[in-house]
């Protein structure tokens, strides 16, 4: 079992910075690959970003590459999500998610283990 917890969210305008942490407990950091994931309002839990055990391979949704990076310190057990030159169309409550298979993959249904979720509002 492996638990999450989500941090860093909060209000910020357009054109801003934001950045996300979520600490995990339970197991070994790196024997899970991690994945950012969000939800807008009204809108199904989309794919945003996903990192590898050791953080050699990332993947990143097309809406967000270029401006939002993630990273993992596997001595703090701690996945990051930089976001820069956030958008309205940011707006969403944002979760990490770990897996143990390897296959960094967009899908929802791959990773095993939750957060509760951050939210994230850009304002205009």
């Known amino acids: 079992q492996v638990q999450l917890v989500e941090s860093g969210g909060g209000l910020v305008q357009a054109g801003g910075s934001r950045r996300l942490s979520c600490a995990a407990s339970?197991?070994?950091?790196?024997?899970?690959?991690m994945g950012w994931f969000r939800q807008g309002p009204g809108k199904e839990r989309e794919f945003v970003a996903a990192i590898s055990r050791f953080g050699s391979t990332t993947r990143y949704a097309d809406s967000v590459r270029g401006r939002f990076t993630i990273s993992r310190d596997n001595t703090k057990n701690t996945v990051y999500l930089q976001m820069n030159s956030l958008k309205p169309e940011d707006t969403a409550v944002y979760f990490c998610a770990a897996d143990a298979q390897l296959s960094i993959v967009a899908d929802t249904t791959r990773y095993a283990y939750w957060g509760q979720g951050t939210q994230v509002t850009v304002s205009s």
């Open positions: 339970g197991r070994t950091f790196s024997n899970y690959k």
